[in-house]
Nanobody
């Protein structure tokens, strides 16, 4: 079975850092786009960043781009999200995803992890 498992979430102070990792199993995702989304309580699941099979990266906005870095390691079938200068507004459950096309929309992905909680205190 195909499985994506996130790790690395936790509780940090504003200004702190976390590195999220997503390990995939069951198939290779070398030719897939991989992305990160986040969902705060009562809100929609929003795009954060994505990296396609050839390394092309897209971030949701300049604020994310300046603080977060997405990367992938195809040898490990994994994708990571380094998050620096975290803000309380970043608090959410973070999900990794894989899809046949790079997209900022959830329907662009057909494999999802279960999510990892990121909480940033002020």
């Amino acid at each position: 079975q195909v499985q994506l498992v996130e790790s690395g979430g936790g509780l940090v102070q504003a200004g702190g850092s976390l590195r999220l990792s997503c390990a995939a199993s069951g198939r290779t995702f070398d030719n897939y786009a991989m992305g990160w989304f986040r969902q705060a309580p009562g809100k929609e699941r929003d795009f954060v960043a994505a990296i396609n099979w050839n390394g092309l990266i897209t971030y949701s906005d300049d604020s994310v781009k300046g603080r977060f870095t997405i990367s992938r390691d195809n040898a490990k079938n994994a994708v990571s999200l380094q998050m620096n200068s975290l803000k309380p507004e970043d608090t959410a459950v973070y999900y990794c995803a894989a899809g046949a096309r790079s997209s900022s929309y959830t329907d662009g992905y057909n494999y999802w992890g279960q999510g990892t909680q990121v909480t940033v205190s002020s």
